[in-house]
Each structure stands twice: as structure tokens, then as C-alpha cells.
């Protein structure tokens, strides 16, 4: 890892605790801000990828992954942004289903990592598990939204969490001859 990645991890990682945190202490303002930040930074993401598509990802193979990915990235900061009106309740079934797509994505792949012998898997199993349970407990806690939002809280500064500890793990590095 360079360790301009491993800045971007810390800085990113920390955000995420500060806003985890916040959201557990001030339920009430901090939903938007969350939605807020969150579609603006799939949008420059979704509108980065497109960029890197046109001007270098079309001739390359798999080049075409790229353009999807970033329509569909473009399109959940779209969305996200179009979303910051409605009522919390929306907004966070919104978040909690990103929560659980993260983790269901997390957990097959250290499945499949633990099938070629990667050391890490533990760690993904470990964070996808983690965001499932922080999934369950926000179903569990749906009727009252001011739990619901701590408890994404704390899901949050996990998350955040376990984005700093990734810089002090070690990575096989292979190189192909």
C-alpha cells in the first residue's frame, strides 16, 4: 500500500468515526449531513470513473466495467441526492440497505478469498459480519428512529475503524513474471 493510500485511508477512516460519533450524540442534525456528504461523494466518484472511461479504461479489456460501474455510481449519488428531502425514516432504510449490500458483498468475498488462500479473509469476514449485525439491530430497532440512527452511528465509526486498521495490515505482494 503507497502511502498516499494509506493517508487516504487514515483521513477517510477518521472522518468516519467523527461522523459515527456524531450521529450517536446528535441524532437529530446529523441524518442530513450524512446524505449530504455521502451524494456528493458518489457523484465525484460515479463522474471520476466516467472520466477515466473515456479517456483511457475504452481501450482497455474489461474497460466497459468501468463505464457501468460509474452510471451506477453517478446514479446512487443522484439519487442520494434527490433523497435529502424526504423523512429520516426513508433516508435511513436508504443507509442501512447500503449497510447490508456492503456486507453481503464483504462476505463473498472473503468467502472467495478464503478459497484461494488469501490471509485477510478473516479480517473482511470479521467487517462484513460486523455490518450485517449492524444491520439486524437497525431492523430490530425500526420503530424508534432515534436509536436506529445512533445504532447506524456506531456502525459508521466501525466502519471507520476497521478503514485505519487496513493500514497497518500486511499485503502479500506477487509479482508475475
Not at 13 to 24: D, K, R, W
Amino acid at each position: 500500500m503507497t502511502r498516499i493510500r494509506k493517508v487516504t485511508n487514515f483521513l477517510l477512516g477518521s472522518f468516519m468515526v467523527i461522523m459515527g460519533l456524531a450521529l450517536f450524540f446528535q441524532p437529530e442534525d446529523g441524518v442530513e449531513a450524512i446524505m449530504g456528504i455521502l451524494s456528493i461523494v458518489l457523484i465525484i466518484i460515479g463522474i471520476r470513473l466516467l472520466i477515466q472511461y473515456f479517456t483511457m479504461a475504452k481501450h482497455m479489456v474489461g474497460g466497459k466495467s468501468t463505464l457501468y460501474l460509474g452510471l451506477i455510481v453517478l446514479d446512487f449519488g443522484m439519487v442520494s441526492a434527490s433523497m435529502m428531502n424526504e423523512s429520516r425514516f426513508y433516508i435511513m432504510m436508504y443507509l442501512i440497505g447500503a449497510h447490508a449490500f456492503a456486507g453481503v458483498i464483504g462476505l463473498l468475498k472473503s468467502l472467495e478469498e478464503r478459497r484461494y488462500g488469501v490471509n485477510s479473509w478473516k479480517f473482511k469476514m470479521l467487517y462484513a459480519l460486523g455490518n450485517l449485525v449492524v444491520v439486524l439491530a437497525c431492523l430490530f430497532f425500526i420503530r424508534t428512529t432515534t436509536t436506529l440512527v445512533q445504532i447506524y452511528g456506531i456502525g459508521l465509526s466501525l466502519t471507520g475503524l476497521a478503514q485505519i486498521a487496513t493500514i497497518f495490515r500486511k499485503i502479500d505482494v506477487v509479482y508475475v513474471q
